[in-house]
């Protein structure tokens, strides 16, 4: 039969011999060639419906024609010239257009760097420089980036420990509220108070309440399986924060930008953060982050404290504005929360129909589907998520794993039902074949993490 991947299948190969393993998560041969809106071209000419987003970095589409004239007229003008030393016009365009956007009506303030790992980075300086304490505390299955700092502050795979030691001192770990984790006999409450149980055992322990600088959460956990944190437990943690003069921030770089059916995934919730970090669809996955924080703790460090050459650079700032737009002019958010509904509805059917599948998490266009051995025993199957994978990828769907067994969800938000309802018809048939036995597929390499 013919190989329908050969291209790809001969460059991985090329690629096992020049490019460091530690460089990409292996899921399969897939060399990408092209894109456009929500539709993938691999360097064999097949084509996919992606229902990723190049890890939601393309909330508005692929080669999306507005950011794409943005890009060719900026490079034609400037591509580069160092913002670390003087500002181009796009820094405070995107910089006002960011404090708008963002919760909070407090004066704040902007910075920008090349990735979601140096945002985040970021926040353990400013908590630190602000407070003028040391200990930032994150939250287990947490995904912040591989930096030295943003990596101290995660707690998602010991791929991101090993050989590495010692981290970023003075960086500890709350466990997570999970609520796939509540018992059957627990209400939400009992569970919350499960929780923020384990938490406070630790400030009676270990952790001294005065030396905690900052507290850094995804409001929805996306690489740890795509979580919600509870309500009640979030308003709990960020009474803390206020009570303890704590420095409060959130990683939105996932969630953030309409993923989540609301702008930020902060607005799931009704607090407003002193600092937030995007990145990724910020400039349609050119490399862009930003800091968004409360002018008082914006203003604790000095340059060049967070300087970087390209940090700020004018065709990224150009994609971003241009991005930004895009999702307010064609109401991205409420797209992502009424597809998401529509695509929520779908998953649960498919639920209903195959034990395989433990839960569905799914926050506007955004989410996961867990499969799992047992619904009783929870344990999680990730041989039939790899196989499953592989078949959606070997029939025209993108779609990868979060910690080895979550079926990531995130299409482009600009996705037409029909590509949406055509993804769903091969994923249907994907789990029939699972139920029946027959995906006969080897996984002959270690898939994910
Ligand atoms: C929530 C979250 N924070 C931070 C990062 C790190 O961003 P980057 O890969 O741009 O450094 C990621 C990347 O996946 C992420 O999902």
Known sequence: MENKFKKSNELYKIANDVYAPTGQIYFFDLVIDSGEGSIIYDIDGNEYIDLLSAASSTNVGHKNPKVVEAIKTQAEKLIHYIPGYFHNELIIDVSKKLIDITPGDFSKKVLFSNSGSAANDAIIKFSRAYTGKKIVLSFTGSYHGTTYGSMSLSAVSLNMRRKMNPIVPEVEYIKFPNLYEKYDNE?????????????????????????????????????????????????????????????????????????????????????????????????????????????????????????????????CLAASKSTIEVIEDENLVERSRDLGEYAKEKFNKLKDKHKVIGDVRIFGLNGGIELVKSRESKEPDYESAGKLITYLKENGVLMITVNGNVLRFQPPLIISKHELNKSFDIIEEGFRLLEKGSLNIDIDKKIGW
Do not use: C
Not at 188 to 204: A, I, N, P, S
Not at 205 to 225: C, L, R, S, W, Y
Not at 237 to 255: A, C, G, H, M, P
Not at 270 to 297: C, F, R, V, W, Y
């Open 187 to 315: 209400t939400e409450k009992e569970f919350v108070d499960r929780y923020w149980g384990y938490f406070t055992d630790m400030l009676k322990t270990h952790i001294p309440v005065d030396d905690i600088a900052g507290i850094i959460i995804e409001p929805i956990q996306a690489d740890g399986g795509f979580l919600k944190t509870p309500v009640e437990y979030m308003n709990r943690l960020y009474e803390f924060t206020r009570k303890n003069n704590i420095v409060f921030s959130v990683d939105e770089i996932n969630q953030g930008l309409a993923r989540s059916g609301k702008m930020w995934s902060i607005d799931h919730f009704n607090i407003k953060p002193d600092i937030l970090t995007t990145a990724k669809s910020l400039a349609s996955g050119m490399p862009l982050s930003a800091i968004i924080g409360k002018s008082e703790i914006m203003d604790s460090l000095e340059a060049p404290a967070h300087v970087f050459t390209t940090a700020g650079n004018p065709i």
